[in-house]
């Protein structure tokens, strides 16, 4: 396969660009939300219009009514989200959780919601500051016909609004995945605003008693369930990541063809074009390790993992440079808060940090290449 | 004679500074401004700040007469380390100090020293800097705030932009032009005056890290009394470059980062799980300690008349590079707990709001191409540069 956009993904481009220059712009969205300093960090109404739009169903199959694509065509739509800092669920929602409970009852059970636009999930994975996967001790314990939750999660991102919540958890049998419900008794959900203004959630789990049809897939194995969930969310993260870069790459580049200085616009100086140049460079490379993690994914070959890593790792680093270079060349203005480039360096930190921050993937990579 | 000096000095920060004020700081309000309208948020505060200037310690190196304690330059380190080793809080924080006085003390004539110099060692009069313009920002020179000759009084009329503290500020130097037809850097004048003169109006500016710490300054008719310019007409250029040298050299103070400047200690418990991260931060201990030994060195060089004139250029670039590198790193290892932007368990954001404010480091004062260009142009000498 090529590794660049079919025909048919770059039409699936061309839509999704309109759209969410348009619906999902920054002073329509973002700002908006953030202002009124809204509960949920999104809007429902752009998440119903993303159902109209088929996204919500991009990863579920035709026969299940979505729209039954893969991760190349997840990643176009959220690289444009990364472009707009457009918030809503998508990548949590429609990308992380729609990849984890495919093929379980939990699909038949969630899928319709997220076609329409009406359901909201969320994945609770961490339980410190930094993403550990390998260390997770939220208990399950066996009770009655079902189990009982004990433990804390954090940064569950959309988690205060999320209708079902896929929590991975500790059971005697070894890691499951668990789907609890809104309202559940014995779960405490803090709703705590990042510097992006998007939602994260601290929870409580105190002794939360499920039923055993609460397991996503077998109790014991959800390892596989939560790596097709980290794999889809980290991959998912890495276009929106692109996204975030290459959208403040332009808005840099743009500055430096209008701002002008000692009687040149500042893009004239060597010493500007030539990390312009760099910056280019690297969302470049950035598009293309993501690309080829994609690709990875929806072939589902057994080499995607190291991909995933280097994508999230790589296009993490390009667009903190994009970021940062960005609000450096703006200088002044750039530190202001009605201009929107340091809205994107607030998005950036927390997309980086994301299912693993670039150190913790080139951590990875090195293990999984034996080192 | 510089133990005993020491031992005195040792004996009198002990006696005098407050327990409170050994306590590292903990937010913005922990600063103290002085100035017309000061707020100190406790009596140690007020204290501590009567004290040190009691003894001209606000300003150990300035010369009694003005203010100062009238130290030697050794005597003025071994006054910094001893109140680094109690870890006492700067008594005083002011643009008055670090950017007005020293220029005063090279350009301003006896009245103006005799008047401004020991109010600012005393904190009564709170400062802002009034450089920047929307078209003169790396292109300083090319400013545009008039400022013309009515015979009895100056009449300035403009508007300055980035003016920090503009809005809480009793005074603002503030470069004007007063020869429009003089090549750039010919016609500009230094100017003092009270913000409260009629026709002066700020408006802050919000700052992604949520505050508004800076102002729109708009100038309107505002009549400024012919003895608040500094050194002679037209030749302020001169005033304002040795000005930013000061400045420069104090923002150089944020790659020296509290008390030891190594992040590795305090992080520890983050980074031992994760060897990436452990790595880029021992790299970064070696700048910051590296960067501390520069530090001293230019000190010490610069007391003596020593160091290149430009040479505060490059400690501003390296040490705010590295302010900004340190500030990535406790993001990184605070993790989602420093994403928080408004809980109280993350004190509203304090690591997110910093990391953001630390961005600045490398514009304000002159960015860091600016001072990459000073380099390379008055010190390496390069062609063309
Ligand atoms: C937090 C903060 C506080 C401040 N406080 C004050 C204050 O109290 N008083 C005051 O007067 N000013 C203040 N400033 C203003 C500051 O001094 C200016 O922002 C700074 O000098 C840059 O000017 P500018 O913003 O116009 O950027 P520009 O000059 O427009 O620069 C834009 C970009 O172009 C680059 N550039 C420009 N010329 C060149 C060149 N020749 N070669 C290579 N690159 C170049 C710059 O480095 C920058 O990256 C403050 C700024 C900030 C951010």
């Known amino acids: ?371 | 004679m510089s133990e005993s000096f020491r031992q005195e000095t040792r004996a009198w920060l002990e006696a005098n500074c407050p327990p409170e004020m050994r306590q590292p700081v903990r937010d913005e309000t922990d600063y103290c401004w002085g100035g017309r309208n000061a707020v100190f948020k406790n009596e140690a505060q007020r204290q501590w700040l009567d004290r040190m200037a009691g003894r001209g310690w606000t300003v150990p190196d300035w010369p009694s007469e003005d203010g100062g304690g009238g130290l030697s330059p050794e005597e003025t380190k071994i006054l910094k380390q001893e109140l680094a080793r109690i870890g006492a809080r700067n008594p005083l924080y002011s643009f008055g100090i670090s950017m007005l006085g020293p220029a005063l003390l090279k350009y301003g004539n006896e009245a103006q020293k005799k008047r401004f110099l020991p109010e600012i060692a005393r904190g009564e009069i709170r400062w802002c800097q009034g450089y920047s313009e929307p078209n003169a920002g790396s292109d300083l020179a090319s400013l545009q705030t008039k400022c013309e000759d009515k015979g009895d009084h100056w009449l300035v009329n403009g508007q300055k932009v980035w003016t920090s503290y503009a809005d809480k500020a009793d005074w603002i130097f503030c470069l004007v032009r007063t020869d429009p037809a003089a090549p750039k850097h010919r016609g500009i004048s230094f100017l003092l005056f009270d913000m409260a003169s009629p026709g002066v109006s700020t408006k802050p500016i919000l700052l992604i890290s949520g505050y508004s710490p800076f102002c729109e300054t708009f100038f309107d008719d505002v009549k400024v009394p012919k003895d608040q310019l500094v050194g002679e007409v037209d030749k302020g250029w001169d005033v304002a470059k040795y000005l930013l040298g000061h400045e420069r050299e104090m923002i150089s103070g944020m790659g020296l980062g509290g008390q030891s400047g190594a992040l590795g200690e305090a992080l520890r418990e983050a980074v031992t799980a994760d060897p990436a991260l452990r790595a880029d931060v021992a790299r970064f201990d070696v700048d910051a300690m590296a960067f501390r030994a520069m530090s001293e060195r230019f000190i010490d060089e610069l007391k003596a008349g020593r160091a290149h004139p430009a040479q505060p250029s490059m400690m501003k670039y390296a040490g705010t590079e590295l302010n900004k590198r340190r500030h990535e790193l406790v993001m990184a290892a605070g993790g989602s707990d420093a994403l928080e932007w408004e809980s109280e368990r993350s004190r509203k954001g304090k690591s997110a709001r910093e990391w953001l404010r630390t961005k600045a480091n490398s514009i304000e004062g002159g960015t860091s191409e600016i001072q990459l260009g000073i380099i390379a142009k008055r010190i390496l000498d390069l062609p063309g540069a």
Not at chain 1, 7 to 18: I, P, S
């Open chain 1, 1 to 371: 396969m090529p590794l660049y956009l079919t025909d048919d993904q770059a039409m699936l481009q061309d839509t999704a660009r309109g759209f969410m220059a348009g619906e999902g712009a920054i002073a329509k969205e973002l700002r908006h939300w953030r202002d009124k300093a809204c509960k949920d960090g999104f809007g429902h109404a752009l998440w119903k219009q993303f159902a109209e739009m088929g996204f919500t169903g991009i990863l579920i199959d035709e026969a299940q009514g979505g729209l039954g694509l893969g991760h190349v065509e997840a990643g176009i739509v959220l690289e444009e989200i990364g472009r707009n800092l457009t918030p809503s669920p998508f990548l949590i929602t429609a990308i992380a959780f729609v990849e984890a409970v495919r093929g379980t009852p939990h699909a038949d059970r969630w899928y319709p919601g997220i076609l329409s636009g009406d359901a909201v999930a969320a994945v609770a994975v961490d339980e410190g500051a930094k993403h550990r996967p390998e260390a997770i001790a939220l208990r399950a314990e066996r009770s009655g016909n079902g189990f009982r939750l004990s433990g804390r999660k954090q940064f569950v991102v959309q988690g205060a609004s999320a209708d079902v919540i896929l929590v991975a958890a500790q059971a005697d049998e070894g890691l499951t995945l668990f789907a609890v419900e809104k309202g559940a008794a014995g779960l405490d959900v803090e709703g705590v605003r990042l510097a992006d203004s998007s939602i994260g959630a601290r929870l409580t789990f105190d002794g939360v008693e499920v039923d055993a049809d609460a397991v996503v897939g077998e109790v014991g194995a959800g390892d596989g369930a939560l790596s097709r969930l980290l794999d889809a969310g980290r991959t998912g993260a890495a276009a929106e990541l692109v996204g975030v870069g290459s959208a403040a790459m332009d808005m840099t580049v743009g500055y430096l063809k209008q701002r002008k200085q000692f009687g040149r616009l500042i893009g004239e100086f060597q010493a500007l074009q030539h990390r312009a140049a760099h910056l280019y460079s690297e969302i470049e490379i950035a598009r293309a390790a993501t690309l080829k993690a994609q690709q990875l994914l929806d072939e589902g070959s057994p080499d995607v993992e190291a991909m995933v890593a280097v994508a999230k790792a790589k296009a993490g680093r390009a667009s903190q440079l994009a970021v940062q270079e960005g609000v450096q060349m703006h200088g002044g203005i750039g530190m202001t808060d009605e201009y929107d480039i340091g809205l994107y360096m607030k998005r950036d930190r927390v997309l980086n940090e994301l299912f693993g921050d670039p150190g913790f993937q080139a951590d990875r990579l090195a293990r999984m290449k034996g080192y």
